[in-house]
């Protein structure tokens, strides 16, 4: 069973410019849920995304913005690019058993590497 | 506002002997606690979960225990081996479905 894939796995922009980062689940996984590390913040929580609707989200302003389509697929998007924004961008996805989020097992890509000059 | 810290930051020891990374949060209305290891440039591997109603969890040479009332988790790794070098981190689930990750504690096991 293939994992989390996510691409590109690097990506260079410049400030101002915008870029989209893709996220393939595992197959049966129905939500997806991205992260930001940088060796400053550390992990935070971006937004999560569930049978397309987005359920939750973390606190990032509105250039930082994500779907989710009918394979579960999902992308995330961000606008107006800051150096601040240069980060290791991780996708994971779950099975989100029926109810019980206590015992939800989060599987994760590889990240993309976003670098902004 | 929920907060998680993991001390040590990093820590060295060498192979064979036991060891324990711990983790303490400031807020006990938690869902679970879970512990992840991070490889260089790559993606998180999930190590054990522990539900909030539950004590302790283990997987092989792994044992994760919780006391939610203190805000405390211990990760103890019993005989190391420098397969087990990464950096450890442990993260809780809020009230909010959100996870709230501490900054890692980065593991050198020496041949």
């Known amino acids: 069973k293939a994992g989390v894939t996510q691409t590109p796995r690097y990506l260079i922009k410049t400030r101002g410019q915008q870029v989209t980062l893709s996220c393939s689940p595992i197959s049966g996984h129905r939500s997806v849920s991205w992260y930001q590390q940088t060796p400053g913040q550390g992990l935070q929580f971006l937004f999560e995304y569930f049978s397309e609707t987005q359920r939750n989200k973390g606190n990032f302003p509105g250039r930082f913005s994500g779907r989710q389509f009918s394979n579960s697929r999902s992308e995330m998007n961000v606008s107006t690019l800051e150096l601040g924004d240069s980060a290791l961008y991780l996708c994971?996805?779950?099975?989100?058993?029926?109810?019980?989020?206590?015992?939800?097992?989060?599987?994760f890509g590889s990240g993309t590497q976003l670098s902004v000059l | 506002k929920q907060e998680v810290t993991q001390i040590p930051a990093a820590l060295s020891v060498p192979e064979g002997e036991n060891l324990v990374l711990n983790c303490s949060f400031t807020?006990?209305?938690?869902?679970?606690l879970q512990w992840f290891r991070q490889d260089p440039g790559k993606g998180l591997t999930s190590l054990l979960l522990i539900q909030s109603s539950q004590r302790e969890q283990t997987s092989g040479r792994l044992n994760a225990s919780l006391d939610k009332s203190s805000g405390r988790s211990t990760l103890y790794i019993a005989a190391s081996q420098p397969g087990d070098s990464a950096t450890y981190l442990c993260?809780?689930?809020?009230?909010?479905?959100?996870?709230?990750w501490g900054a890692g504690t980065k593991l050198i096991i020496k041949p």
């Open positions: 994971a996805s779950s099975l989100r058993p029926g109810g019980n989020r206590a015992n939800e097992k989060l599987f």
């Open positions: 993260a809780v689930m809020d009230s909010n479905y959100q996870l709230i």
């Open positions: 807020d006990s209305a938690i869902y679970n």
